[in-house]
């Protein structure tokens, strides 16, 4: 897999033309209790909420999320300081900490509901997302063709309470250690520059 000189490619795209204030990303990239621990790390978040979003279903519980028939994704929703960092460079730790070529999973995770996806919240936001896609394609980052899904963002449905900073309170947990840990450490070393001290 490229990444150094992706990364530094990447910082090219960075969308000069966005607004300089707090802006919303909203990401399915499997479960949402990985995404959120990554991005806890990330300088320049404010904010990870996880949740769901994409479906038809009002309100749905992590149960009905399970079942993958109400059309939701797991998702996380980053409050971040474009000031900071920078929408694409968002999505850079996004493509760089998941799987984006697989359909419907993440590893063991199988189902609509752990899909890669983009809810963009305007079209600055879509463009430097296809840009990005477009991008790590050229390079060849991955044998398979990407398959995420880049859609407008609608509406975003907050998780149970006990979701919210899952890995800080359960590091113990089998699927933190063995799943989310690994990934954690991962970003880490990729982006050791863009940690929050």
């Known amino acids: ?23 919303k990303a ?39 999320v399970c079942e993958g028939t109400t059309g939701h994704a797991e998702v996380v929703q980053i409050t971040f300081d474009t000031e900071v ?21 993440q590893g063991n995770d199988v189902g609509p509901q752990y899909r890669s996806a983009i809810f963009y919240h305007n079209e600055e936001q879509k463009e430097v997302a296809e840009r990005v896609i477009n991008l790590f394609e050229k390079e060849e980052v991955y044998s398979r063709p990407i398959v995420t899904e880049v859609t407008e963002f609608e509406k975003f449905y907050i998780a149970e309470d006990y979701h919210i900073n899952y890995y800080a309170r359960n590091k ?14 991962k970003f880490k070393k990729i982006f050791k520059d863009q940690l929050k001290k």
């Not at 897999?1 to 802006?23: E, N, R």
């Not at 960092?85 to 999973?105: A, C, K």
């Not at 113990?172 to 450490?185: D, H, N």
Request: proline content about 4%.
């Open 1 to 23: 897999m490229k990444t150094l000189a992706l990364i530094f490619t990447l910082l090219i795209y960075s969308s000069s033309c966005m607004s300089k204030d707090l802006q």
């Open 26 to 64: 909203t990401l399915g990239g499997g479960c949402f209790w990985c995404t959120e621990a990554i991005y806890l790390e990330l300088k320049g978040v404010v904010e990870v909420k996880p949740g769901y979003s994409g479906g038809h279903v009002k309100n749905p519980s992590y149960k009905q």
């Open 85 to 105: 960092v920078s929408f694409s460079e968002i999505l850079e730790v996004f493509f760089m900490t998941h799987d984006p070529t697989t359909l419907n999973r």
């Open 172 to 185: 113990t947990q089998g699927y933190c250690q063995f799943v989310v840990a690994p990934k954690l450490e």
